[in-house]
């Protein structure tokens, strides 16, 4: 267990326009309003997505593409530093015509139908991504 | 790419009863403690619910509805303003008897069983939905 | 309706190491961290997941098992008390490798692969879970 303490919000709500892709329009946006640390949150819809699975053996992230309208039933992230960059880790519950859901980590290349979202920035310390022997990833 | 920047946060838990409709109950709690920008999270269980699939060609939404105890496995959202009314947009997943997920937009008549509630509320600008033409929704 | 109204928050941002429980792991760091009242967001994957469906007629927690490694695609819960403890209840989406997902309440014996969280902290009333005839579910 890991973990870092802040305190004193700020929170921006936003919305993204048609056609803009969500992973990287986020990424984006947290950098230009200098969000080092934070917590996203977004619902809305796609013309095309993509999640990402993680296979525990492999480490390698296997990916399901949906060239269809889906909702954004679900997105849930954090903001901090890889390789002193604006990082974003979010994982994404998409759902289709029937409501069925399909979910996993947010692929670049899932492009915005519509999309709300929240950043609650974080103000302390500065958690860093660096690589995690025990499961192959990039962790804090 | 729209958005709004807010702080001093003020924060209400709270739960529906049994058999409230869960998003006019939600929307009249709001309206009721004057949050009039604000997220909101829940969790908890249905008696039947409902989601909603925007399509994107026809301009309509789709409903599928579930007509028996449903799991609700993740509610995200936001409070802001419509023609001058409190209103409420949400996203659900709902989880039957075997865990299988069903998501989208939270229809009016979905009818709570149990549900535990967050609504961050948000000082600052306030957002009001306005019919987009790329859409045909009304977005901030 | 009932609610609680809450100021002054601390944001705890952490990760779980590869092979915690996850419930209980959340609910001791809550404990340990003296988070009486929260909300508590995560992602990450698991190696192994249980969801809980609610039966509403015959009262009890009927459960779904998946013995290999899934997504956290979503998290979502709360800390307050239960018989003078710390108890959180969540609800989590696990994702499966076509990305396919399976929902409801955290079952213990759910084991992280990699868990990244936000607790949110709230300072004001203690909401304690009681015994509600209505559904026989304990809650504020």
């Not at 892709?21 to 977004?42: I, N, Q, R």
């Not at 990916?63 to 530093?81: H, K, P, R």
Request: proline share 1%.
């Amino acid at each position: 267990m890991k973990f870092f303490e802040f305190d004193g919000q700020r929170v921006l709500l936003g919305r993204l326009e048609r056609g803009d892709d969500v992973l990287s329009s986020l990424t984006e946006f947290c950098a230009h309003e200098s969000v080092t640390v934070g917590w996203v949150e977004a619902l809305g819809a796609v013309e095309r997505g993509g999640v990402g699975y993680y296979d525990h053996e492999a480490r390698v992230y296997r990916e399901t593409w949906f060239d269809e309208g889906m909702e954004i039933a679900s997105l849930t992230g954090n903001v901090s530093s890889k390789d002193g960059e604006t990082f974003l880790h979010c994982h994404v519950i998409l759902a289709d015509r029937d409501g069925r859901c399909f979910g996993g980590h947010l692929l670049e290349g899932t492009v915005a139908f519509a999309c709300e979202f929240s950043v609650t920035t974080l103000t302390g310390p500065r958690p860093e991504r660096t690589h995690d022997e025990a499961t192959g990833l990039a962790l804090w």
